[in-house]
């Protein structure tokens, strides 16, 4: 895409629009000025005319000569009685759909003269309809809807390309050892809103891959318990044609061909993660005590045979990783100038045939009395189906979020979830630090 400045978006200045109308930078193909807040609709239908074709600036608060449409002086403008930036996020969610990415920033001089910048990505799950129901392109300086049919088959090519890489980079899976073939594991994709075009700057470079290694073995956090903190032990970290791979190697020596936790990251900000789930069985000893009158329960519910080749997917195991890998990957991406909260996902769930999801606990108690066993009879889950690009768009992308869908997914009423979270903090305030190294099956 065009762009204005030979800077981020979040290092403009002032001074940088002043230069704009220093030099007499003209309106067109890639830039437009507004003197004023315009109507909600009328932002929409610019911003969707950028996403629609290579994408464009849009300043607010910047007067444009009517003859050569040239930008003459910086007028600024009045603030709306909200926030500039919600008044410009509403204005596009609510008038365009899918929303296209795009970046807003605010800047004043020292007399209070205001100026909003909106950078807008060109799309790539195209067509973004407008409200009205048109699809508008670039026009000149200004913005028309489409009329033929030719504009509208080059938009959902476009799309298509889209869909196609979503699914190929999600087709594409790791080898696992014999001993390995028939235990749980998810599989996470993420995908940041513009990795269609994006490049991480000296990706390979040492730079780099220490930043990475750094990020990926620090603490991450619970949100909105920030003293409660878990991190995994990634012991290994390489790299591949256009990616570099994290990978947890067993203390053991007779699994360390094993597959353990696995983050792949792309060049365009993209992460598969493979994760590998721990299981429990009922009756077992080793170091696992159920909560008091659960086994007994199993035993009565399901007999003593069944309970045999029940698995149990240790739930708060399955909390810890999830929170791990997210948490670690939205800071990756702040790092590296990706928006984190854009970012869309989807996962899926192996190898889980007669399986439950195991929450330790009184709350669990509670809930498996009153709705029975949630038993998996499917091998595999996936959500959203694996089909067409489709992805989850979270409103804000965390691990918490992320982890109620997954175990929603594994047959938790979503009614229930909360006795999920009342084990989970009950967990949390005797076990405040957690450091993963190993799977247990």
């Not at 849009?58 to 002086?73: H, P, Y």
């Not at 030719?150 to 799309?159: A, I, P």
């Not at 390979?204 to 220490?210: D, R, S």
């Not at 878990?230 to 190697?249: G, P």
């Amino acid at each position: 895409m065009f762009e204005v400045f030979s800077k981020k978006l979040s290092e403009i200045t002032f001074e940088d629009v002043q230069n704009l109308v220093d030099k007499k930078i003209s309106e067109g193909w890639f830039i437009e000025y507004k003197s004023q807040i315009p109507d909600s609709k009328a932002l929409a239908k610019s911003i969707s005319s950028f996403a629609n074709q290579e994408g464009g600036w849009v300043f607010i608060g910047v007067l444009s000569d009517n003859q050569t449409n040239t930008a003459k002086e910086i007028c600024g403008f009045t603030m709306p009685e909200n926030n500039i930036d919600d008044w410009i996020r509403n204005s596009i969610v609510g008038n365009i759909s899918p929303c296209p990415f795009f970046e807003s920033l605010f800047v004043t001089n020292e007399a209070g003269v205001n100026v909003a910048i909106i950078r807008v990505e060109k799309g790539f799950n195209t067509p973004y309809v407008h409200s009205e129901g048109k699809i508008f392109v670039r026009n000149g300086a200004g913005s028309m809807p489409i009329k033929d049919r030719g504009s509208l088959f080059e938009l959902n090519e476009r799309k298509d390309q889209r869909v196609k890489l979503i699914e190929n980079l999600s087709s594409q899976t790791y080898g696992r050892s014999k001993k390995q073939e028939n235990w749980p594991y998810i599989e996470y994709y993420f995908f940041p809103e513009n990795f269609m075009h994006f490049k991480i700057n000296d990706f390979h470079e040492k730079t780099n891959f220490e930043k990475i290694k750094s990020c990926f073995s620090q603490n991450a956090c619970v949100p909105g318990a920030e003293s409660c903190t878990a991190q995994i032990d990634f012991n290994c970290i390489y790299t591949s044609s256009n990616s570099i791979i994290l990978n947890t190697v067993s203390k053991n020596v007779e699994d360390r061909t094993n597959l353990g936790i696995t983050l792949e990251i792309m060049s365009n900000g993209f992460m598969k993660a493979h994760v590998p789930l721990s299981t429990l069985k009922i009756g077992d000893r080793n170091g696992f005590e159920m909560h008091e009158g659960v086994e007994e329960f199993f035993y009565t519910y399901f007999g003593v045979n069944d309970c045999r080749i029940i698995n149990l997917l240790d739930g708060m195991n399955l909390f810890i990783l999830n929170l791990v890998v997210v948490e670690r990957y939205i800071e990756y991406l702040k790092l590296v100038g990706i928006n984190p909260n854009r970012v869309s996902t989807r996962f899926k769930c192996h190898n889980i045939w007669k399986s439950i999801l195991y929450f330790d606990g009184e709350y669990y108690k509670t809930l498996l009395l009153n709705n029975g066993f949630p038993l998996n009879h499917k091998e595999e889950v996936e959500f959203p189906i694996f089909l067409s690009g489709r992805c989850l768009e979270l409103d804000t992308f965390n691990s918490l979020q992320l982890f109620l869908l997954i175990a929603e997914s594994l047959g938790i009423n979503s009614h229930d979830l909360p006795h999920l979270l009342l084990s989970i903090t009950d967990y949390w305030n005797k076990h405040p630090n957690i450091t993963l190294t190993n799977i247990s099956h």
